[in-house]
């Protein structure tokens, strides 16, 4: 089984400031590692994903990841925030069985202050 | 873009009564997903789908829960009662078991009041 856990409940961060939120997740098999992102009243949209190959993982909007298999860790950055990056912000994980369910975080709320 | 359907958005409720979710994958996947996001929270699995058969229901309420895709392609998620710590957002995502870029779609969801 895996778990994944969510440092921060919230973070706010002010336009045009560097944001990281950091994910660690356990799990006795080798997983795939996603961060999704959810928009009030909206369904999830994927950021990035890690499957194989370089840690440094770069996604939609501005947004990369590193894979660090030692410390289980699969932290999100972003250089420079945009108002429209407030949401909140999920990481997930599933085995490499493929077609497997998502196991996710509790969620970081990111809120960018103007 | 090849999207998810969900409907209703939204439903409210009063408890012990029947509600019913409907989900459309895209087209072609065979693997559907129904989670259920309780509010500040994570989504969690309910059940999984692999066309008309059922993978995994470990984790749904069958007292109460009940899941069906019957022709394989769209899928309903039924609640009869439904109950106060029932309220929640019912999540539906498809993927496709020959796509190995492992990725989930999901759908807009169905926010649930009950009353």
């Known amino acids: 089984a895996q778990s994944v856990t969510q440092l921060d409940s919230q973070v706010p961060v002010f336009e045009e400031a560097p944001v990281e939120l950091r994910c660690n997740y356990s799990?006795?098999?080798?997983?795939?590692l996603f961060w999704y992102v959810q928009y009030p009243n909206q369904g999830l949209q994927l950021l990035l994903k890690?499957?194989?190959?370089?840690?440094l993982v770069k996604g939609i909007n501005g947004f990369e990841a590193e894979f660090n298999k030692s410390q289980t860790s699969f932290h999100l950055r972003k250089p420079s925030v945009h108002i429209s990056d407030t949401a909140e912000y999920f990481c997930?994980?599933?085995?490499?069985?493929?077609?497997?369910?998502?196991?996710f975080g509790k969620g970081t709320r990111l809120s960018v202050i103007a | 873009e090849a999207e998810v359907a969900q409907s209703p958005r939204y439903k409210i409720t009063e408890k012990s009564q029947a509600v019913a979710f409907w989900c459309d994958p895209i087209?072609?996947?065979?693997?559907l997903y129904w989670y259920r996001q309780i509010l500040g929270q994570g989504p969690e699995l309910l059940v999984q789908?692999?066309?008309?058969?059922?993978?995994?229901d470990s984790q749904l309420p069958k007292d109460r829960f009940s899941a069906e895709r019957l022709k394989g392609v769209d899928s309903t998620l039924k609640i009869q009662p439904a109950e106060l710590g029932d309220s929640a957002m019912y999540l539906c995502?498809?993927?496709?078991?020959?796509?190995?870029?492992?990725?989930?779609?999901f759908g807009p969801g169905t926010r649930l009041l009950v009353l």
């Open positions: 995502a498809s993927s496709s078991p020959k796509d190995r870029q492992e990725t989930q779609y």
């Open positions: 799990s006795s098999v080798s997983v795939y």
């Open positions: 890690y499957l194989s190959g370089s840690t």
């Open positions: 997930a994980v599933s085995d490499m069985a493929g077609n497997t369910p998502l196991v």
């Open positions: 087209s072609g996947h065979a693997t």
């Open positions: 789908f692999q066309d008309e058969s059922v993978v995994d």
